[in-house]
Nanobody, 126 residues
Framework: QVQLVESGGGLVQAGGSLRLSCAAS????????MGWFRQAPGTERELVAT???????SSADSVKGRFTISRDNAKNTVSLQMNSLKPEDTAVYYC????????????????????WGQGTQVTVSS
């Protein structure tokens, strides 16, 4: 069973950068589409970015041009580079993996992902 662990969250001033990492154990990520989601207090979990098993990426309009998702299959990790951070980016960020290999390239619904990390807090101060 694949397990995911996020790291890299923290407190940063508006305009700053953070890099989140998601490390997997118990299985390979190379054949799975992956996603980063976030959830702020009192809101629903929302999609931030996805990367397919073939390397195709997509991202939410709110983060386009600022956030970049990438994967390193050799290290079995997925990362989210976040630049030009805004206070509205404050949330718990979750890494997610599809339960199956291949399939849909860039699933956008949280229900399409079966493996989740515990989350990492990102706080952006104004």
């Amino acid at each position: 069973q694949v397990q995911l662990v996020e790291s890299g969250g923290g407190l940063v001033q508006a305009g700053g950068s953070l890099r989140l990492s998601c490390a997997a154990s118990g299985g390979t990520l190379s054949t799975r589409s992956m996603g980063w989601f976030r959830q702020a207090p009192g809101t629903e979990r929302e999609l931030v970015a996805t990367i397919s098993w073939s390397g195709i990426t997509s991202s939410a309009d709110s983060v386009k041009g600022r956030f970049t998702i990438s994967r390193d299959n050799a290290k079995n990790t997925v990362s989210l580079q976040m630049n030009s951070l805004k206070p509205e980016d404050t949330a718990v960020y979750y890494c997610a993996a599809r339960s199956i290999s291949y399939g849909d390239l860039n699933p956008i619904k949280s229900s399409q992902y079966g493996v989740w990390g515990q989350g990492t807090q990102v706080t952006v101060s104004s």
